[in-house]
């Protein structure tokens, strides 16, 4: 029995990424194409393998058709002022937005934002991603210079995303509160 399920599993997983690679290599890679004519596209006949490759970076993330033509959307955007396309892991990285995970802009405006207003204090966090993109960049921003943590801060953001995109990102820990006894207790034998 235990066989049986595997099997249907694996059917499903190739069945899924079947129509991903079927729409990328319809709809994503023609696109991006004509989105970067500057962009040197040397697929040399092999457009289903990076086909593949793309599929092979969204599947698993929770992506539907919906948020891979908003991220095309947002790559033809991106491509008035971007001289290649976006690679498979960018491309990914987009298809999160477009499901609703926070761009690295937004993340570190609201790191800033916190930072600033709350110094010292206890910070709310809008979400987990935000949370463990600033315990993971915070302590290095005194050490490095400032392109050397924004580009420490990116780094740090797609791996994230891809345990956002896998629903294995860590919730943000709850506040503990330390209340210390009085004084006077350890006194009390």
Aim: net charge positive.
């Amino acid at each position: 029995m235990n066989t049986q399920v595997s099997k249907i599993s694996q059917t499903d997983k190739r069945q899924a990424n079947d129509v991903l690679v079927k729409l990328i290599s319809d709809e994503v890679l023609p696109s991006l194409k004509a989105y970067y004519p500057n962009s040197d596209f040397n697929w040399r006949g092999n457009l289903m393998l990076f086909a593949n490759e793309y599929a092979k970076q969204l599947y698993g993330m929770g992506i539907i058709a919906k948020h891979v033509r908003a991220a095309l959307e947002m790559a033809r955007l991106l491509s008035t002022s971007e001289r290649y396309a976006p690679n498979p892991i960018e491309f990914k990285i987009l298809c999160l937005q477009s499901r609703g995970m926070p761009t690295l802009e937004q993340c570190m405006a609201e790191i800033n934002d916190q930072r600033v207003k709350n110094y010292g204090k206890d910070k709310e966090w809008s979400e987990p991603l935000v949370y463990w993109l600033n315990q993971s960049i915070a302590a290095a921003r005194a050490n490095l210079t400032d392109s050397a943590w924004q580009k420490m801060a990116k780094e740090k953001y797609t791996k994230l995303a891809e345990l956002y995109g896998k629903g294995e990102l860590n919730p943000i820990p709850l506040q503990l509160e330390y209340s210390a006894p009085p004084a006077y207790l350890k006194y009390v034998g």
